[in-house]
């Protein structure tokens, strides 16, 4: 077995290799020494001959034997082809481009496809992984999670995760950091063994031991340089010290969505919240029991909820078990898929390109081919010979598309969104590797194979005869081309539809009206935890002055500040009461998005009030409670009425509404306004921390700046730090960046498909033009004769155009019908727009059609200047 | 037509034959090694060209013989094949089976008789 091997390894190196006159040499010696012995016994020469066979049949068995024959031949091929190839640079350079360019797309997208859709997430198992969420977003109330924990049977375990967001002081820079607190039940589920140390252990999750933390890679090499010593050693958070137990490897991230940003992770105990189903903080992740499927865990999961929504009623609706992939990454599968679907057609114009660019030179090779045909070469070993070019073209292309996919995909990484799951592990693996292979062989299997039959196929031996010009076999050739140029702009028209489609989108989403002026608009969270401001008294003082010292800074037209910022920050929603309505159920409370506002806050975003007065800094402690609410709010429980003046409580306090504000966008761009509620700061007890309560020891700028907001933020910055240098600041953001971040992802689809469009509509009417100059060439003899016969120039520059009209309108045809299916699989994509926008249909169907009438241009011009005479003594 | 039949028996047998002659008689050239099979075989087995290099050539390729350019004794240039210790391990194992075999067959034939 071992010599069988290695005589294959001979053999493989051998082919590569020019063969030696050594066994040539050999063999004849061979037949000399029989000579001689022949001439020795006095025997005829030929015996000798006869006995030992024939020098050149002993040469090939001897070639035969030496090297991998089959190998050889296509060696020999592409040999043939690249020296054919070189010979025509033009052709060879725009078919390995084009081939490039499509493959080259394939690629990089497959490589993000790969890394996002395709691999599994970075957990043990991580297929058996669910998260059990409200309405599969929102998140759940501690005293349901340990219900649900408590009685489910169908979960191998089962664990929580709450935001947390500690500052990090007593070192060097203080720092604002984001991390999660998780029941100790969460990490063993995960199934990722920390770096150094270890989990939490049972118990840590209780109320007063739950001091301990584990760092990601990044905190640990960032903030202490990597050192190893740090287990057992405390840091100070939010003032208190926490044991560092664990470092977690370097590619360990969690959560995998919502908070993705967690670089720390510490215990969450409940304490007295075990009994708390009101306020849902928590995200919940389980792992399936073994031979458990979704479908019986879903089943348990309503069995359970159904059973406590009963019993504290609207507590438990609509409770969904997702698979943990599919929380992550089911916001972009539509998209990605879209954008590969995009590769797809952009290399399908590259073939459709190639194809019959190869075709016209097939064309010119006829003779060559007939000449081969009739010197004994099958059909095959043509085919084999077409196929050899079309796969040496597209292994080139391949290399070159190669390249391409990785500039490419560090360019489609760069402009991507920020928050698009799993992108910082696309790699060019294994997988993408085999994915690029076999698009190369299919692709020149793609675009020989048409050509590489269709002159097999013609009457080879007839053409020999009959000149250059056979009849009819050219008829069906320039079918075949003129069907593979119709292809082409069916394709276009495809993407093309589809990337208008997406334009006009991105267009609707720019125009929606946030409510307030979102331009010159700086903002940053300051927050107050645990340093020399946090003290109630301290806090309300600091927050006014800060306020003040930032509306004295040049170039601040108005500041104030808000708890959370609008389309950038947390988005709370708290039940409420309203004085005069019948009590609803506990569950259909009337609800609104909450925020604490400074003084001077609608002015500072130039958020109109409607109807009565702002909030005053008169509106303090010793003032009665009051509110702004903003017109959906109104709308909404006051129909018909006067809001102002009306009374609400939330929890025990009582505010009184003074204000209407027009509504302003809240979480989500493309969402629609809900209620709103904004408390007066200065009387708010937990904004101002004489209440303790998780998530409101920090403020949020807003500076209203005269020029660009971007470049007063470190002055705003130092404005803030003269008041105490300790105080950690982050979020430096301007509004504009805000909304662009929202609008991160439908302009990243419509960047991207826009550019494959491009790419297609260029190739097409490459194609075109191919297609009509080679017809005008071909007919240079035909027109010469309508020429003489009297025919004019108009005329003869309508039948070319016209030709390639009727091309582009019959795939436009079938584009069309195309187009119809791809758009309303877009229909996710998509905002402001239909799927089936007509005057996006007719207007890109339209602009294909001039493309394709520019494109001809030339050629059918060429067509006007061709000169009777010249032309009918052409042939 | 017995030509064919003769190819076919020495398809399985001529590694065997090469490797035999070698091991018993030294670096030897092609013609050497067909002249001493035809001379042993009393003219019975005439090798011709294409079987034998291409023959020799696999043995050189599984590693069980080396070949190298040498003089002969009227001072001709000729491509000498030697057996190397990997062929004649292989020698030892190939002659060991055709010999279990040769006499499972003479047992079988004798039987038949």
């Known amino acids: 077995m071992n010599g069988r091997l290695r005589e294959y390894r001979v053999r493989l190196l051998a082919t590569f290799r020019s063969r030696s006159a050594e066994s040539e040499e050999e063999l004849r010696f061979h037949l000399e020494m029989a000579e001689q012995e022949a001439l020795r016994r006095g025997a005829p020469v030929r015996e000798a001959r006869l006995r030992v066979g024939g020098l050149s049949q002993a040469s090939d068995a001897l070639g035969d034997q030496r090297t991998i024959a089959w190998l050889g031949d296509l060696l020999h091929d592409l040999r043939h082809s690249a020296r054919l190839l070189a010979k025509s640079p033009v052709f060879a350079t725009a078919a390995v481009l084009s081939l490039a360019l499509g493959i080259g797309a394939n690629t990089a997208i497959f490589s993000v496809v790969n890394a996002v859709l395709l691999r599994p997430l970075a957990y043990k198992?991580?297929?058996?992984?669910?998260?059990?969420?409200?309405?599969?977003?929102?998140?759940?109330?501690?005293?349901?999670?340990?219900?649900?924990?408590?009685?489910?049977?169908?979960?191998?375990?089962?664990?929580?995760?709450?935001?947390?967001?500690?500052?990090?002081?007593?070192?060097?820079?203080?720092?604002?950091l984001f991390g999660l607190r998780l029941t100790e039940s969460l990490l063993p589920l995960l199934g990722i063994e920390p770096l150094i140390g270890r989990w939490f252990v049972p118990g840590e999750d209780e109320a007063g031991s739950e001091h301990e933390v584990i760092l990601s890679y990044g905190l640990w090499q960032r903030r202490f340089h990597g050192d190893r010593r740090v287990l057992g050693t405390a840091m100070a958070l939010?003032?208190?010290?926490?044991?560092?137990?664990?470092?977690?490897?370097?590619?360990?991230?969690?959560?995998?969505?919502?908070?993705?940003?967690?670089?720390?992770?510490?215990?969450?105990?409940?304490?007295?919240?075990?009994?708390?189903?009101?306020?849902?903080?928590?995200?919940?992740?389980?792992?399936?029991?073994?031979?458990?499927?979704?479908?019986?865990?879903r089943a348990e999961m309503a069995t359970i909820t159904a059973r406590l929504d009963q019993e504290y009623p609207g507590t438990n609706r609509d409770v969904a078990v997702t698979e943990l992939k599919e929380k992550v990454v089911g916001n972009i599968e539509l998209p990605l898929l879209a954008l590969m679907v995009a590769v797809g057609l952009v290399l399908l114009?590259?073939?459709?390109?190639?194809?019959?660019?190869?075709?016209?030179?097939?064309?010119?090779?006829?003779?060559?081919?007939?000449?081969?045909?009739?010197?004994?070469?099958?059909?095959?070993?043509?085919?084999?010979?077409?196929l050899a070019e079309s796969l040496l073209l597209a292994g080139t292309g391949c290399a070159a598309g190669f390249v391409l996919a990785l500039w490419g995909t560090r360019t489609l990484i760069g402009f991507s969104p920020p928050d698009l799951p799993r992108l910082n592990t696309v790699t060019i693996d294994l997988h993408v590797a085999l994915f690029t292979l076999g698009v190369t062989v299919l692709t020149g299997l793609g675009c020989g194979l048409a050509p590489a039959l269709a002159i097999?196929?013609?009457?080879?031996?007839?053409?020999?005869?009959?000149?250059?010009?056979?009849?009819?076999?050219?008829?069906n050739r320039n079918r075949v081309r003129g069907a593979l140029v119709a292809s082409e702009f069916a394709l276009a028209l495809m993407l093309l539809i589809g990337a208008v489609l997406l334009i006009r989108s991105f267009g609707a989403l720019q125009s929606i009206d946030p409510g307030f002026d979102a331009h010159n608009l700086l903002s940053m969270v300051v927050s107050v935890a645990s340093t020399g401001e946090a003290e109630p008294a301290r806090r309300e003082i600091f927050y006014r002055q800060v306020i003040d010292r930032i509306r004295t800074l040049p170039g601040v037209r108005a500041a104030s500040g808000i708890n959370h910022l609008p389309l950038g920050g947390d988005l709370w929603g708290l039940p409420f009461t309203i004085k005069g309505h019948p009590k609803p159920l506990p569950?259909?409370?009337?609800?609104?998005?909450?925020?604490?506002?400074?003084?001077?806050?609608?002015?500072?975003?130039?958020?109109?009030?409607?109807?009565?007065?702002?909030?005053?800094?008169?509106?303090?402690?010793?003032?009665?409670g009051v509110v702004v609410i903003n017109e959906q709010a109104a709308q909404r429980y006051w129909p018909g009425e006067d809001p102002i003046g009306k009374r609400i409580a939330f929890g025990p306090d009582w505010f009184t509404i003074i204000g209407i504000v027009?509504?302003?966008?809240?979480?989500?761009?493309?969402?629609?306004?809900?209620?709103?509620?904004?408390?007066?700061?200065?009387?708010?007890?937990?904004?101002?921390g004489e209440q303790k309560f998780p998530g409101s020891s920090y403020i949020t700028l807003v500076v209203r700046t005269a020029g660009d907001p971007a470049a007063m933020?470190?002055?705003?910055?130092?404005?803030?730090?003269?008041?105490?240098?300790?105080?950690?600041?982050?979020?430096?953001?301007?509004?504009?960046?805000?909304?662009?971040?929202?609008?991160?992802?439908?302009?990243?689809?419509?960047?991207?498909?826009?550019?494959?469009?491009?790419?297609?509509?260029?190739?097409?009417?490459?194609?075109?033009?191919?297609?009509?100059?080679?017809?005008?060439?071909?007919?240079?003899?035909?027109?010469?004769?309508?020429?003489?016969?009297?025919?004019?120039r108009g005329s003869v520059l309508r039948m070319v155009a016209g030709q390639a009209i009727l091309l582009a309108l019959g795939g436009s045809v079938a584009g069309l019908a195309g187009s119809l299916v791809l758009s309303s699989a877009m229909k996710g994509l998509l905002y402001g727009v239909r799927p089936f926008d007509p005057l996006t249909f007719a207007a890109v169907t339209a602009a294909l059609c001039l493309v394709a009438l520019v494109s001809s241009s030339v050629p059918a011009r060429r067509a006007t200047k061709i000169d009777p005479l010249i032309a009918l003594r052409a042939e | 037509m017995p030509n064919r039949e003769k190819a076919d028996v020495l398809q399985g047998t001529l590694d065997l034959m090469i490797l035999?002659?070698?091991?018993?008689?030294?670096?030897?050239?092609?013609?050497?090694?067909?002249?001493?099979?035809?001379?042993?075989?009393?003219?019975?087995?005439?090798?011709?060209m294409g079987t034998l290099y291409p023959g020799l050539l696999r043995l050189e390729q599984r590693g069980s013989i080396r070949a190298e350019w040498s003089r002969t004794e009227n001072n001709r240039r000729a491509r000498y094949y030697n057996i190397t210790p990997a062929g004649r391990r292989r020698l030892e194992t190939e002659k060991a089976e055709w010999t279990r075999m040769a006499s499972i067959m003479h047992a079988l034939l004798e039987e038949a008789r």
């Open chain 1, 125 to 176: 198992d991580s297929d058996r992984l669910v998260t059990i969420l409200r309405r599969s977003d929102f998140p759940v109330a501690p005293a349901n999670y340990l219900d649900w924990r408590e009685q489910s049977h169908s979960f191998a375990g089962m664990g929580a995760a709450e935001w947390w967001q500690p500052n990090l002081i007593g070192m060097d820079q203080p720092e604002h």
């Open chain 2, 20 to 48: 035999q002659t070698l091991a018993t008689l030294g670096p030897l050239h092609g013609y050497a090694v067909a002249e001493r099979l035809e001379q042993i075989s009393k003219g019975a087995l005439q090798l011709n």
């Open chain 1, 662 to 688: 027009k509504g302003a966008k809240q979480g989500i761009w493309v969402a629609d306004i809900d209620p709103e509620v904004y408390l007066a700061a200065l009387q708010n007890r937990s904004f101002l």
């Open chain 1, 713 to 792: 933020a470190a002055a705003v910055q130092n404005a803030v730090r003269s008041f105490d240098r300790n105080l950690p600041i982050s979020d430096v953001v301007t509004m504009d960046e805000v909304i662009a971040r929202q609008n991160a992802q439908p302009r990243f689809e419509m960047l991207v498909l826009g550019i494959f469009a491009g790419i297609a509509l260029l190739l097409a009417a490459v194609g075109i033009y191919g297609v009509m100059n080679y017809s005008v060439s071909r007919r240079t003899h035909e027109i010469g004769i309508r020429m003489s016969l009297g025919a004019d």
């Open chain 1, 587 to 624: 569950g259909a409370l009337p609800a609104a998005v909450y925020r604490v506002a400074m003084p001077g806050y609608f002015e500072a975003m130039r958020l109109p009030l409607l109807r009565g007065r702002d909030i005053q800094t008169s509106d303090d402690m010793h003032a009665p």
């Open chain 1, 349 to 386: 114009i590259a073939c459709a390109n190639v194809a019959h660019m190869l075709l016209a030179r097939a064309a010119t090779r006829h003779k060559e081919m007939a000449l081969r045909t009739a010197l004994g070469a099958g059909r095959a070993r043509v085919v084999r010979q077409f």
């Open chain 1, 238 to 297: 939010d003032g208190e010290p926490y044991t560092i137990v664990g470092v977690m490897p370097r590619e360990f991230k969690f959560a995998p969505f919502w908070a993705t940003r967690a670089e720390l992770w510490a215990p969450l105990a409940f304490g007295t919240r075990i009994h708390d189903r009101a306020a849902n903080s928590l995200r919940i992740f389980a792992r399936l029991a073994p031979g458990v499927t979704m479908t019986q865990a």
């Open chain 1, 456 to 475: 097999s196929a013609a009457n080879l031996a007839g053409a020999l005869k009959e000149g250059e010009r056979g009849s009819s076999e050219r008829f």
